[in-house]
């Protein structure tokens, strides 16, 4: 039975409920590409690939690991004490917050935005603490909104700096040694260890159901951590490195990753493959977009490509024999070669509509084509390649290293991808549930309810919403940072993700508040400067997607404290 101080404000349980499916859409496309972004782009996983992936690990992230009690004031933005005696006032107030997160969050992903989504409902709760007249907590403390602008700076520089120092180890220690890819056999073992035990350490301190590390203690986490450690660097040696030397030195293109159970049965010269894949070659080209072009390393060609010329105290570029006959009267060195034919990637009008557009609509296959226009627009968009004369520029500037090597990484960065995505699942669920929970429980208790269990049924809702959002309408932001910032490899995209996880760990350890987002993009350009280039880093983008978290605080606040102000204070008859 509702009671009756909160019955009569079922529309605003309602439209809140609304808002709330659209903020963990928000949430998920905006949010969970962060995890798979680098991966995608540097076409260790396929949108569809990563899209499955990430609503299996949001949801188990959600589920598993994310009940705790809901703190609707997300960490003391606002007083409530301001509510007290008026149910109906706060649930008016969370729902205008929910929406103005929805709006912010829907519309900062079309734009291509990453923003953070803790600071986006952060934003949301200080509009209605404005229209409420609600104190609100400007000083430094945890959670307040001077230490939510200091994060601006301080999440990319942390991040950056950790993202620098791995890529730098795995630069120097393999891929420009003499023999890259031996080294990179002999170390890849230590670095899949290195990622389980920095991952088992995040989610032992960072599970939102887990103790504190001073109540776990410090022995069994040490314990726990290198457990994983040795676990991992036995599994890389007993079953990853026979699977490497059957795809790779071999050359056997039939084994596909499902193959490393095998372990040393790989090694016999015609080993027991189930399901053997089809096809030529076993390692794809890392470094190619969808039009079969490859842009890194173009600049060190050029200064590498060189020849002395006796008639010239500067070095001049070396004259390529012509592929095709000249014309008479030709000078050899002025003819271009006749340009390839460029790769085309079918977007998912031309794949799915084009087809059948001519087909009348009493024909179900043109009802078919529509379905599969709507279920797979998201993840059949080239989101590796960028079309653009400047951003290729940038790629040209970026090194470019051996395929083999790059392969070798991309395990560690798949795991890396789905651990983020899992942790970003338990954490960030309760942006989106917060102010649902508020006015969900305010309403069926009939008084303000600031704190309650959260309901596991919230959390597989809002699971399911969260990697929906990304396989819908997650592209616009994995475009953004991916490709579009520097040219990414498996090798970078692994350093990207692992530093991110670090930077995340340690600012929560301190007290700093961090966003996922930030942190990632911060990586990014810490991985990019590691090419010793600043031609290598797409400046522009970086200005881009800083004017979004700038832009956040006001625009969510707006959103929120206009819808506020004005329910608070309409007539009525």
């Not at 026979?242 to 193959?259: E, Q, S």
């Not at 003819?335 to 024909?363: C, G, M, Y």
Request: proline share 6%.
């Amino acid at each position: 039975m509702i009671p009756l101080a909160t019955a009569k404000y079922d529309w605003i349980l309602a439209i809140t409920t609304i808002a709330f499916v659209l903020s963990s859409f928000g949430n998920g496309a905006n949010d969970v590409a962060n995890a798979y972004a680098t991966s995608v782009a540097a076409r260790t996983l396929n949108m569809a690939t990563a899209g499955v992936l990430a609503i299996f690990t949001e949801f188990i992230g959600a589920v598993a690991m994310g009940k705790r009690v809901t703190d609707t004031i997300k960490n003391g933005i606002i007083d409530i004490n301001r509510y007290n005696g008026k149910p109906g006032a706060l649930m008016l107030a969370m729902g205008c917050a929910e929406i103005g997160s929805a709006s912010w969050l829907i519309f900062a992903t079309k734009m291509g935005w990453p923003v953070s989504t803790t600071q986006t409902i952060v934003g949301s709760l200080i509009g209605v603490g404005f229209a409420s007249q609600s104190d609100i907590n400007w000083a430094w403390s945890e959670g307040s909104v001077s230490q939510v602008a200091a994060s601006w700076g301080i999440a990319p520089l942390v991040a950056g700096g950790f993202s620098a120092i791995i890529f730098g180890t795995v630069k120097y220690s393999v891929l420009e040694r003499a023999d890259p890819f031996l080294w990179g056999m002999r170390l890849i073992p230590w670095y899949l260890a290195l990622t389980g035990a920095i991952l088992a350490l995040f989610i032992v301190i960072e599970a939102p159901t887990a103790p504190s590390l001073e109540e776990f203690g410090g022995g069994k986490a040490a314990g726990i951590i290198l457990g994983v450690f040795f676990g991992c660097l036995l599994i890389g040696y007993v079953f990853f490195i026979p699977y490497f030397k059957r795809r790779i030195v071999h050359n056997d293109a039939r084994v596909r990753f499902y193959h490393i159970p095998l372990g040393p049965l790989l090694l016999k010269p015609n080993p027991p493959l189930y399901f053997p894949g089809k096809g030529e070659v076993s390692v794809i080209n890392y470094y190619e977009d969808a039009y079969g072009e490859v842009r890194a390393g173009q600049a060190d060609a050029a200064k590498e490509n060189v020849t002395s010329n006796a008639d010239s105290i500067m070095p001049t570029p070396e004259i390529k024999a012509m592929s095709d006959p000249a014309k008479f009267g030709d000078d050899e060195e002025k003819v271009a070669p006749v340009p390839q034919p460029r790769k085309k990637h079918l977007e998912p009008t031309e794949r799915f509509i084009d087809p059948v557009r001519e087909l009348s609509w009493v024909n179900p296959q043109k009802a078919y084509g529509y379905l599969k226009y709507i279920l797979f627009q998201g993840v059949t968009r080239d989101v590796v390649s960028h079309d653009s004369p400047e951003l290729r520029a940038i790629h040209a500037r970026a090194h470019r290293y051996d395929d083999r090597v790059e392969h070798l990484w991309t395990y560690c960065q798949v795991v890396s991808a789905m651990m983020m995505s899992i942790a970003h699942g338990s954490n960030d669920v309760a942006n989106a549930v917060g102010p649902w929970a508020a006015v969900y429980s305010t309403y069926h208790a009939g008084v303000v309810e600031t704190k309650s269990p959260t309901p596991t049924w919230f959390l597989v809702v809002a699971g399911l919403l969260l990697g929906l959002g990304f396989w819908f309408f997650g592209y616009h932001i994995v475009r953004a940072l991916g490709n579009k910032i520097t040219q990414m490899s498996p090798t970078r995209g692994f350093s990207v993700e692992l530093g991110a996880a670090i930077s995340v760990l340690l600012a929560s350890r301190l007290g700093l508040p961090v966003s996922t987002t930030q942190c990632l993009t911060g990586a990014s350009l810490g991985v990019a400067l590691m090419n010793y280039d600043l031609g290598a880093v797409n400046w522009k983008q970086l200005c881009f997607i800083f004017g979004g978290w700038v832009l956040t605080l006001p625009c969510a606040g707006l959103v929120s404290g206009l819808l506020c102000v004005m329910a608070l204070n309409a007539p009525h008859l």
